[in-house]
């Protein structure tokens, strides 16, 4: 039962995702794609195992997108306050997702919804843009904040995604 499909699907951190899937066998499937986080463009490749070739799911991924222009995206979120910096000029990041989920369908075509948690890595460029600085303390006394790096940032965090997979072959 090997099947070939196109596939696409959207979610946190994955943004939204347009790639391919092959499913060797009814019981497990493995999917590579490229995206879009509204930041930069990204990929992503993993394998998922379906036990009972529909119902629940395990699914192991890895991606990464290179890094954009972060700053229109935090504006919008932040709200007009919001000045931009040279932090948000370059982000991109790379992450691990392992999700639980239920794949149902026809044979022509599957629907997913995958949550779980996501390991990320990302690097904050020009840190002094946004956490540099100095406090003046209840005693007249100047703390300066500096950073001579590149500050390394590594999250745990909930993470899902829903999509399609269409069959072709």
């Known amino acids: 039962m090997r099947q070939l499909g196109m596939t696409f699907d959207v979610g946190l951190p994955d943004g939204a995702i347009l ?90 075509a599957t629907f997913f919804l995958h949550g779980g948690m996501t390991y990320l890595h990302t690097r904050l460029h020009d840190a002094n843009d946004i956490f540099g600085g100095q406090t003046v303390g209840s005693d007249g006394s100047v703390t300066t904040y500096q950073f001579n790096q590149d500050l390394t940032l590594n999250a745990l965090f909930p993470s899902f995604k829903l999509g399609i997979i269409v069959y072709i072959v």
């Not at 993993?46 to 995206?73: H, K, R």
């Open 19 to 108: 790639g391919v899937a092959y499913r060797p066998a009814f019981w497990t499937r493995l999917q590579a794609g490229a995206g879009t986080n509204a930041i930069s463009p990204g990929v992503r490749a993993g394998a998922s195992l379906v036990p009972f070739g529909s119902g629940p799911s395990l699914t192991l991924e890895g991606g990464y997108y290179f890094e954009g222009d972060a700053n229109s995206v935090i504006g919008k979120v932040a709200g007009s306050g919001y000045s931009s910096s040279r932090t948000g000029e370059r982000i991109g990041y790379q992450f691990v997702n392992m999700h639980l989920g239920l794949d149902f369908g026809l044979k022509s």
